[in-house]
T-cell receptor, first 114, second 115 residues
């Protein structure tokens, strides 16, 4: 079975500071990796994804994530956050032998303060 | 494109009543998903349809839950009878199709409160 762990339930940060949201996964088979963002009272939106190739992937809104196979991690980063980045962020995986079943982490609430 | 449309946005009902949640996926998308989000359990996949056919319903909690997709543009999730522990946000999502489900498009969700 695969699982996704987001160790931080909430990350407070000041505006224009850098941020890293952590994600670790476990799986017996290779996986695709994703970050989704959920703004208040909205559904989830895809932020970025890693399918293959370069381990550093860039997404929307200035976010990027790096796939580290040896550490089974896929941490999300942004060099300078804005108030508007306040949201819930979900890391997720899909097993390569299952094309549909997204397994989500528990989420990390990013709280950007002025 | 209007995106994935869910209705109602909010539903408050009493225990024992039947609840029907509705979803209109993005036109042309072949895959449809129902997810449930709670504080305790996070996001859980309830059921997955491909080309209107239920492929995986292993996440459906119990027989009180049922889902249908009578055509490519409409799906329902029904709870009968409803219980307070069913209170959650229910999301519908769609994607272009088999082998290309790495990007899901989510609706805004239905906030269900069972009193």
């Amino acid at each position: 079975a695969q699982s996704v762990t987001q160790l931080d339930s909430q990350v407070p940060v000041f505006e224009e500071a850098p941020v890293e949201l952590r994600c670790n996964y476990s799986s017996s088979v290779s996986v695709y990796l994703f970050w989704y963002v959920q703004y208040p009272n909205q559904g989830l939106q895809l932020l970025l994804k890693y399918l293959s190739g370069s381990t550093l992937v860039k997404g929307i809104n200035g976010f990027e994530a790096e796939f580290n196979k040896s550490q089974t991690s896929f941490h999300l980063r942004k060099p300078s956050v804005h108030i508007s980045d306040t949201a819930e962020y979900f890391c997720a995986v899909i097993r390569m032998d299952s094309s549909y079943k997204l397994i989500f982490g528990s989420g990390t609430r990013l709280l950007v303060r002025p | 494109d209007a995106g994935v449309i869910q209705s109602p946005r909010h539903e408050v009902t009493e225990m024992g009543q039947e609840v029907t949640l509705r979803c209109k996926p993005i036109s042309g998308h072949n895959s449809l998903f129902w997810y449930r989000q709670t504080m305790m359990r996070g996001l859980e996949l309830l059921i997955y349809f491909n080309n209107n056919v239920p492929i995986d319903d292993s996440g459906m909690p119990e027989d009180r839950f049922s889902a249908k997709m009578p055509n490519a543009s409409f799906s329902t999730l029904k709870i009968q009878p409803s219980e307070p522990r069913d209170s959650a946000v229910y999301f519908c999502a769609s994607s272009p199709g088999t082998g290309n489900n790495e990007k899901l498009f989510f609706g805004s969700g239905t906030q269900l409160s069972v009193l």
